[in-house]
Each structure stands twice: as structure tokens, then as C-alpha cells.
């Protein structure tokens, strides 16, 4: 669907519902056209093809709101009706408010013309290609799981404010997760991802390599040993053990739930001075870059967390009013969901030391490169297994090692960041470098 | 659209399934007094799975006219034979099956509709306010509850033709505690295939409240286990997830057939004698299970199936695919969650057979251990069966009584060798996985339960 055929439908089901009965409407809409070719055990598995638009209202009775959605082009009026019947229903609310409309400075390099006329035939030889090299490196490594898709999506926005946008977007999305089997020794499973805005800058090659490699290197894995110290968590660890949390503690929605503990952290030390967090829903070709964001508020690059110290939350127009501050353009969702907070792209920025030269500094730790448990976001506890993991002594990675488990709380971690590494992966989006923890407790099992 | 779909089926060279689904949605939420959602969303479209020269390709749309639908016949096909210069190992056959035909319809004497959106949103608004004026260390509450209404029509170019309707409501109640800057979130929550009143059946909406905020306030200052091995009970919560998340994986075959340690095992013994665990697509033992599934989305009629049988390997979970590799029947496990999805192997409601003892007996054989109840916050599971799982609530058994609760308890080990250790199953029986979804490349919903039992599990800890 074009832009313009998309912008023009939620302008009519903003005049549909405004017919019914609401005083501000917001529709939004987000047509997608998606192929998909899965890998599973070193082969094809099925190639699919998906085509939908969705349309979402949210309608506004007074400071009553109610949202309804569909993909059925036959229930659009449905649904617009659905919207101001259930905001009737509902109870007012100062904060139910739509954004101004002001000016917004688009972000190029998100769409790829190209990517219209990528074929099944195209896709289907690039995840043949993910199979022949994890095939061609190693006799003992198989390809789980894997997959390459082509997305296209296009993205429209009316409102009873003025606003009205719509932007398209290309990317192509591939992930390998690789095991090595030797006779009966096991590997751990490893998964690696990456993502291309266009045709040209797609690179499966590394990707399936370091799923690959990562298996291999934990063939062979025995018990670790029990100690209190460090550990160096990989940037997917990272990600599971303490992205979350710096995530659910700034989103404003969670402040106001009474779940935060950062509610009046801004301005205080939450983590270590080598921790700075951002937040870039303009990152130069991000999986999550967008001009505008699920309200039609401008993306900017917004700093959580300078030198260990809370700089901001993430809010969207209803938090921003409730608790009377700026909107960071932090509305997230899809047009089947009402807005919520979400992160665009979030990294913690690199570090001066390479990852070598922080396992150099470690006597006994364990690197970790997959956690597989449990992190708790309200208490900040986590406890799980350390997967693909590796005993570190004296300086070195010494042997990989299995079944250790891993627990220590999050809030405390962070604080004790002892090391943030020069090397920075991306997993889906999110930006991440290896980070060293203190003080954590680690059990062979 | 029944007749649509023969249709089209018969139109077409290729093996195809055709499956007709329209989906009604609502859910509301509540946080701390003020309604967060109130939303609908309808969704509908056909999802087409085409069978050409032993390759498979799927499509999907929403044009539901007979070309929209047509269309997505030939994409599917295109689909097919584009993967199959690439595609090393071709589909034989797929399982012979005796074509399921008619209606089939979720059974309830009280439909959701029959209750309007103010009492929903009523019941949400009270039972909000109810957590926070529980107790003064609340400082967080949240009310959800939502529903799908499902109709589906399943077409299959080899005979199946069925309609379904179904309807799956569930409900959630947190809690946040907080004293002297440490939190804890307390949670219960239900989830059933049938109507409203089906949902409070086991326990109302206000006993659910209640025990969200009972958890969360008893977590505050309760002090954290030690890591040990250690003889436990399990309730019929973590029995089901045991079942599920650390077994029934393992046993679902294209898992199986990617190198499960289950692969090649069927016969042998993998857990005690005194271990029964089933897989069934209707409700067993108790009605309205989450996770109920009269035809599967291949147009197979489910029935139990029976995994492990006093111990033994008997089956694994099939569609139609895997069955003809195994060459046993299928076992209508094919499900897909919306129409763009692609049917793939899932389980419905997974269960360990009911036994002989009581929980009071199996508690008062206990010298030290815990007694430990419900999924509390996530946890994972490998193809290796290898698992760790959070608690929701622990308490120790010292010299045969219940103690003291304790805190952040995770329990993990190998799920077969945990079912190995089991030494006595309880007599009663729950459903108690109902709300929520199972992850697998895409959602679905599940149940699964059994009785209390007792077994030797690690209980993570903190290191010194």
C-alpha cells in the first residue's frame, strides 16, 4: 500500500469517528508486506508470504478514551465505532491528551526501493547461503534455527490535532542459532542476529560465522566452580540481565504504577561512572529509527544515563502530562495496540578498554555469553544459568564450563560496573558492550 | 465460507489447507486507579499452506473475496517452488487421516458476551482499588483482564472441512509491596477456555486479588534460600510448567528431530514408574483447560495423548508432517496462532496423571526441604531438558512441618532426572498454566497441571 492510500485511510476512519461521536480522534495505520524463508536443521523450511494492513482509533469522549483496531478493510467503521463506545464506557481522565502537532525533522536512509522488488527466489538463496556456511566450517554444527526476511512497512498517522504523517520503511532481518554435536557432547545453543536497511548492506556471512564459532568454542564444556566475584557479561547477556531493568525502571508508565524505584532517581547515581545509556530513535540506519514515533512526536537521541547518573525517563504524551514534563517521543506500539513506552534504539556507549584487556584484569571470573534464567525487574534479583559460558583464571580464558549458575541483584550490579568494553555488538536493537560485574555470586552445577 | 474454501481446495493441484480466522479481542486494564486500556481488535484473514513436489509455502490475506483468496493459493505455491531448488530433504507424504468434518464449538453456560463491558470494567476498577487498600505497604496495583473469540473454518484439499468457535477469557492481579526501599511484586491470575464464570470457577477474581497481595507483602524481608539439592513439593503450578516448559518441549517432534535428547528414546524409561504425563486436546480430568483444541489447525480431530506412561517413553506431539516421518498416527498438535501464522507443533494441555498420596503425607516425610507453589517471574528450558525456573512462593519443611517463606527461590536441574527422583504423586488435580502464552516462534495458548508431587530438585541460591 502506498503512503498516500494509507495516510487517506486514517483520514477517513478519523472522519468516521469523529461522525460517531468523538471529539479527538488519533488513527493510526501500518500496512506490511513481509517474506520469510526459515531455516531449521540445516535446511529450508518453508518460504511464507504475509501482506496486512491495520488499521488502530483511538477515540477520545471528552477525557474518556477507548481504542479499537482491525485488519479487515470490511470492519474499518466497525471498529471506529467500537473505539467511541468504549470510550464512553470509561472512566475520565485529565491525562487522556493527543499531542500538538509541530514540526518534525524526517530521518533518510530507512528505505531501500530495492526491497520492493526483492524476490522469494532472492531471499530463499541467502538463507541457502546461511545453511551452505554453517555446513562448509564445521562437520559437527547445525543450524537449529535461522531465518532471512524482507520487510516492508509503511507507517500513517492522522490526527484531530493536524497531524498527519506517514513514512516507509525497508529492512532485511536474519538470525542464525547454531549447536554443535560431537558424539554425545552437546554444545550449548548460541543465537546471533543482524539486520540490514538495504539490499546492499545485507552481511549474513558474519552473523552465521559467530553463531557458529560460539557453539564450537563450547563443545566440551565441563562443571566451573563455585566463587563470589566477577563476571563478563557478553552484549547479549547484557541485554538479558540488565537492559531490562534500566528499561522498566525509566519508563514513566511504570513511575506512575508505583513500580519504579527510579522515581525520583533523575539526577542521582544509578549506576557506574563508566555507564552511559542513550536512547536514539534517529541512530543512523537503526532497526528501530523513525521519524516520528507510535503518536506522531519527532524521535530525538535522548541520554538516560550519563556517567552513571539518571538524566531522564522515557515518556509519551499521557506521562509527560501526568507528571508535567517534556515528551521524549517515547509513544511505542503497533496500530493494534494502544500507545505504550518503548525504547527505538538503546545502547550503552563503548568503553576505552577492549574485552581483552578486561579479562586480562580478572584472577577468577566466568565469561558469559547467553544468560537463561530469570531477571526480575522490580526487585532487581536475577538468578540463572550461564550459558556458553567460560571459567576466566589468571588473566585468561581458560576452559568453557557448564551448568553454572549465576545470581546477584541488577540495581547493585549496575553500580559496580567495573568494566565497559571497547567492542560494541548489536542485537536486534539494541547496542551493547561486553560489561564486568562485581560481586556476583556463581555456583558449579 | 465453509463452501469457499471446498472450493478453491478443489481447484487446486497442489495439496493445500485453507484456514478461515477471524479474531475478536478485548482487553482492559487497570493500574493503581486509573484504566490504562479499554480496546478491541478484529481481525480476520485466511492463511493458506500449500504442499508442492514435497516442499512446503504458506501465505497469507485479508482479501476474503474467492480471487483475494485464490491469489494467496497461487503465492503459496510460488512460495513452494521457490524453496525447492534449496530444500535438501522433501516431504514423503503427509500422515493419512480421517478427514474431520462439522461444527465444533468451546462449551459454557455463561458466553462472555453475556456480560457487558461496564460490569468488566467495573470488576476491574473494584478489584484495583480492593490490592491497594489491602495493606499499606501496597504500593502498586494492576487488574487485567482480557478475551479471544475465535471462529475458524479448516479446509483441507484431502477431505477435512471443519468450523470451530471458541472463546478463552483470562484474568490478572499484581501487587507491589514496598517497606524501607525493597520491593516485591505478588501475582495471581486464571485463564480458561469457556465463558466468564468459568474463569472464577477455581478461585473469584477478589481470592485472586487478595492472594497477589498476601504474596507481595510476605516477600518483603524474607530472607533467601541457600543453594542446596533438595526434596520439595511441588504444586499442581509447577508441576504443569515442569510438564511444559521442561519436558513437553523436548517431545514436540521437529524439536525432537533437531536433536532433543529425547530423539531415539521412545520405550525407555525416562522418569520414575510412578510418572503418568499426558498431552490432551479436549479438557481432562477437570473441565475448561486454556489450553483446549478439539481440531488442530491441520483438520485433525485431538484426543490425550499419552507421553510417558509409569515412566516410560511412549510418544512424542505430531502433525502430520512428523507422524508420516515417525510412521505413527497424528496426534493434532498442528496449531497456529493467528491466520498468518504457519501450523507448527504445539502443545494443548499437558498434564501428570493424579496418584495416590496426599500433599499432607508427602509433606510429613519430609526432614528439610520445601514446599514450593507457582510460577513466579519467568524461566527457561533447553532441548536437553536441562531448566530453571522462578517460584512464586517457597516455604521450608522442617521435621514434616511448613516453615517460613523464603525469597527469589529458582529451581533447576534436568527435568528427566527430576522425574526420575519422584517418589510419591498426590490424588488432587489443577489446571493452573491458563493464563499468559506459550512463546515458539509464535504465541499459543496452553494450559497444563497434574497433582501436587514430590521430587529432588537444586534450589538456586546466593553464594556466601
Known sequence: MTDKTLTQLCARALEETRKRGADEVEAYGESVRTITVAIEKNDLQISRSHKETMIGVRAFVGKRVGFASTNDPGAIDAACADAVVLAKASPADDRNLLPEAEEIQSVDGIYDPGAETFSTQQATQRAVKMIDLARSMDDRLILGEGEFSVNLATRALATSKGISRSEKESLFAYFALATARDGERVSNMDFQFGAARSAEAIEVDPVVRRACENALGSLGAEAGESFHGPILLSPNAALEILAGLVLFQTNAKNVLRGMSRWKDAVGTAVASPLVTVVDDGRAAKGVATASFDREGVGHERLELVKGGQLMSLMHNTYTAAAMKTKNTGHAAGSARSLPGIGPTNFEILAGKTSKDELVSEMKKGVLVTRFSGRADPISGDFSGVAKGAYLIENGRISRPITGTLVAGNAFEALKGISGVSSERERVFSFTMPYLRLEGISVTAG | ?464
Request: hydrophobic share 40%; charged share 25%.
Open chain 2, 1 to 464: 465460507m465453509r463452501q469457499l474454501l471446498q472450493t478453491i481446495a478443489q481447484r487446486s493441484e497442489a495439496w493445500v489447507e485453507l484456514r478461515y480466522h477471524a479474531r475478536r479481542t478485548k482487553r482492559i486494564a487497570v493500574s493503581s486507579g486509573r484504566l490504562e486500556e479499554s480496546s478491541s481488535v478484529r481481525l480476520a484473514g485466511v492463511g493458506v499452506r500449500a504442499l508442492v513436489d514435497g516442499v512446503f509455502g504458506f501465505a497469507s490475506t485479508t482479501d476474503l473475496s474467492e480471487a483475494g483468496i485464490a491469489h494467496a493459493v497461487h503465492e503459496a505455491t510460488a512460495a513452494a517452488r521457490a524453496s525447492a531448488a534449496g530444500k535438501r530433504e522433501r516431504i514423503d507424504a503427509l500422515a493419512r487421516v480421517t478427514p474431520t468434518t462439522g461444527e465444533f464449538s468451546v462449551t459454557t453456560d455463561d458466553p462472555l458476551d453475556a456480560h457487558s463491558l461496564e460490569e468488566k470494567l467495573a470488576l476491574a476498577m473494584r478489584l484495583d482499588e480492593r490490592i491497594r487498600g489491602a495493606s499499606k505497604r501496597i504500593v502498586s496495583s494492576t487488574i487485567s483482564y482480557s478475551e479471544l473469540q475465535d471462529e475458524k473454518v479448516i479446509v483441507t484439499s484431502d477431505g477435512a472441512a471443519v468450523r470451530l468457535v471458541d472463546a478463552k477469557p483470562e484474568f490478572r492481579a499484581v501487587a507491589v509491596a514496598q517497606k524501607d526501599g525493597d520491593q516485591a511484586m505478588g501475582l495471581d491470575s486464571a485463564g480458561v477456555s469457556g465463558g466468564f464464570s468459568d474463569l472464577f470457577a477455581k478461585r473469584s477474581a477478589e481470592e485472586m486479588a487478595d492472594k497477589a497481595v498476601a504474596l507481595a507483602v510476605a516477600q518483603l524481608g524474607a530472607e533467601y534460600p541457600r543453594g542446596e539439592r533438595a526434596t520439595v513439593v511441588l504444586d499442581p503450578g509447577l508441576v504443569g510448567v515442569l510438564s511444559h516448559e521442561a519436558i513437553g518441549h523436548t517431545v514436540e517432534a521437529d524439536i525432537v528431530l533437531s536433536g532433543a535428547i529425547t530423539l531415539g528414546k521412545i520405550g525407555q524409561q525416562v522418569a520414575s514408574e510412578r510418572v503418568t504425563m499426558c498431552d490432551s486436546g479436549p479438557s481432562t480430568h477437570l473441565p475448561h483447560a486454556a489450553g483446549e483444541v478439539l481440531v488442530d489447525d491441520e483438520g485433525v480431530r485431538t484426543g490425550n495423548t499419552v507421553i510417558i506412561d509409569h515412566g516410560v517413553l511412549r510418544s512424542y506431539l505430531h502433525n502430520r508432517e512428523s507422524a508420516a516421518h515417525f510412521g505413527v498416527e497424528p496426534t493434532g498438535n498442528a496449531r497456529a496462532f493467528e491466520y498468518s501464522d504457519v501450523p507448527i507443533i504445539r502443545m494443548r494441555n499437558t498434564y501428570i496423571e493424579p496418584g495416590a498420596s496426599s500433599k499432607e503425607e508427602m509433606i510429613a516425610d519430609i526432614k528439610h526441604g520445601y514446599l514450593l507453589e507457582g510460577l513466579g517471574g519467568g524461566g527457561q528450558a533447553d532441548s536437553n531438558a536441562e531448566f530453571m525456573f522462578g517460584v512464586r512462593e517457597a516455604h521450608r519443611i522442617e521435621n514434616g512441618k511448613v516453615g517460613e517463606l523464603v525469597r527469589g527461590v529458582t529451581i533447576s536441574g534436568n527435568a528427566f532426572e527430576v522425574m526420575k527422583s519422584v517418589d510419591a504423586v498426590g490424588s488432587d488435580f489443577q489446571w493452573d498454566l491458563g493464563a499468559g502464552h506459550c512463546g515458539k516462534t509464535q504465541l499459543a495458548k496452553v494450559d497444563a497441571g497434574g497433582p501436587h508431587l514430590r521430587c529432588v530438585v537444586t534450589i538456586g541460591g546466593r553464594q556466601g
